[in-house]
């Protein structure tokens, strides 16, 4: 390479990052990959790419940018450490950017403004989809690993405020609050569904299941300990009262005639008292007897 195209080269190259430098306070960290590219223009040889052999017609770059009739980039490919990258470019900023970078190939879109709006990448865990606002926070994250996928909704902060999960013994779902601390969850598995109520300090307040076994609905003091447990099965239905301590304090429940042995399916109820030490039973008796 001579001296007067190696000038020219550099010329073309100060004149190219001018030019992406007035759009570039604008946009966000997904110009970084433009800047790189146009700062390794400078490897380019001249207006000419080089044969790969003299025969071939085989172009043989390091880096390699496009522009249009105005002499506006529009694309630009380069070849770093870690991969290639390509970018399309509209108005001096970034539309579409891809490549392969450390964590595995990605792709971008971005807005006109050169913001990115939507990333698609495959990584060592698996393939994940990345949407942003259009203050550039990612606010819902796809991914599917070897576990099944994960979607994750945040809110304007980037706080996860809801996530949905499906694994091989079921799916879930999860609300958080703002500080992100789980609220809510709801999750089926083969024996049946289950939700969770939770309160602000972390602390399982209602829980409700339901499935072949039956159902059930617990409801839980402040300290965690249970204070009011209704069940219904097949053969029983049963109400226990506990006190503050988790001590159960009365059940209530009816059961049919000789365990379910005999045809009868006629119910026996019963009410059982108990104090701290002592248990006071009332003996069963029938609801047609009362």
Known sequence: MNEATSKAIEERVVRLEREIKRGKRATTAGMALLALVIVWGAAARSGRAGAAD?????LLARSLTIVDAKRNLG???LVTDEGPRVALIEKGRPRISLGIYKDGPRVTLNDTKGNQCVSLGVGKDGPRVLLYDQQGIGRMTLVVDKDGPDVRLVDERGHKRVSLVVNKNGGGVGLHDE??????????????????FIDETDRP???????KAGSSV???????????????????????LADEKGTRRAVLGSL???????????????????DKEDVLPELPHRQSDR
């Open 75 to 77: 694309i630009a490919l």
């Open 256 to 274: 049919p005639l000789g365990g379910g042995r005999t045809r009868s399916t006629e119910p026996i109820s019963s009410r059982t008292l108990l």
């Open 205 to 211: 307040r209602l829980a409700m299941t339901a499935g």
């Open 179 to 196: 500080m992100e601390n789980p609220r809510l969850t709801m999750s089926v598995d083969k024996n049946g569904g289950g939700v969770i």
């Open 218 to 240: 617990l409801l839980l003091d402040d300290k965690g300990n249970p204070g009011v447990d209704l069940e219904t099965t097949e053969h029983s239905s049963s109400v226990v």
């Open 54 to 58: 003299s025969g071939s017609g085989d």
